[in-house]
């Protein structure tokens, strides 16, 4: 059994969250909203919400937690020739609606439905006009071919989904959405469950005690120039331009 939250943003102490075999790694409670005050207060506490159509809302901190350190970055000989040769062009935040749209909508193996509900794509799209939830987009042609969104807080990123409708088009982003994360000083992405494609790109799960850990120095806030700079508010399209190879 798990708490059904109030209108309270409080959230339950993630210890208390259930382990296999008792139930489902990290499952912490349910109910509640998907008001931006609610999404950030959880994040902030390293807990996400993850349901399906038709379910309650169901709330997420498990342990271990897969993160990607933006310096741990494996990028292969492939990826790196593509990186350097290939006609492409990366935008941050400047299609940030497709972007959900189409990690809602591209089959995945073995997935036979989405977890990006239309409630969840309402959530994530306020929290973009708030300035927290980004999108990293890679072009070609003048379309959209691959990207992927998450939400910025202090100096952590919490990775939300990816797609890919051309080869390497989501690592492509990726690559980029590091070396603009490591430009500004961020420490932490959050890629929440363990999965072998992030284990391939670089991700690695560490202890949940040592991801609230960093979480709490990440997203501190106060009045220095650094966390000056980490202030929510959209990021520039051209942010990232000549970080493997100039724009064509």
């Known amino acids: 059994m798990i708490p059904w939250l109030s209108d309270k943003l409080d959230f339950p102490a993630t210890e208390t969250a259930l382990a296999e075999p008792r139930g489902p790694n990290g499952l912490l409670a349910a109910g509640g909203d998907l008001s931006p ?66 990690c809602a909508h591209t089959p995945r193996d073995g997935q036979p439905g989405t977890w990006i509900t239309d409630d969840m794509r309402t959530a994530y799209t306020e929290l973009h006009r708030n300035g927290y ?45 590091c070396a603009h994360l490591k430009r500004r ?30 979480l709490d120095e990440l997203t501190r806030t106060g009045e220095s120039n650094s966390e000056i700079d980490h202030l929510p508010g959209p990021w520039p399209v051209d942010a990232i331009e000549g970080f493997y190879r100039h724009r064509p």
């Open 133 to 177: 939830a980004h999108s990293v987009e890679t072009w070609v042609n003048n379309e959209l071919v691959g990207g992927l969104y998450g939400v910025a807080i202090g100096r952590a990123y919490y990775g939300e989904s990816m797609f890919s409708h051309r080869r390497d088009a989501s690592k492509i982003a990726l690559a980029h959405l």
């Open 37 to 102: 005050a609610r999404i950030l207060a959880a994040y902030r506490k390293g807990i996400f919400p993850w349901f399906s159509d038709g379910d309650p809302i169901l709330w997420w901190s498990p342990n271990p937690r897969m993160v990607l350190f933006p310096s741990e970055l494996k990028i292969s000989r492939s990826l790196a020739k593509t990186l350097r040769n290939s006609d492409y062009e990366v935008r941050l935040d400047s299609a940030f609606e497709s972007v959900i749209d189409a």
């Open 185 to 214: 000083g961020f420490g932490i992405i959050d890629c929440q469950m363990k999965t072998t494609h992030l284990a391939s790109l670089g991700a690695r799960p560490i202890a949940r005690r040592d991801f609230l850990l960093a």
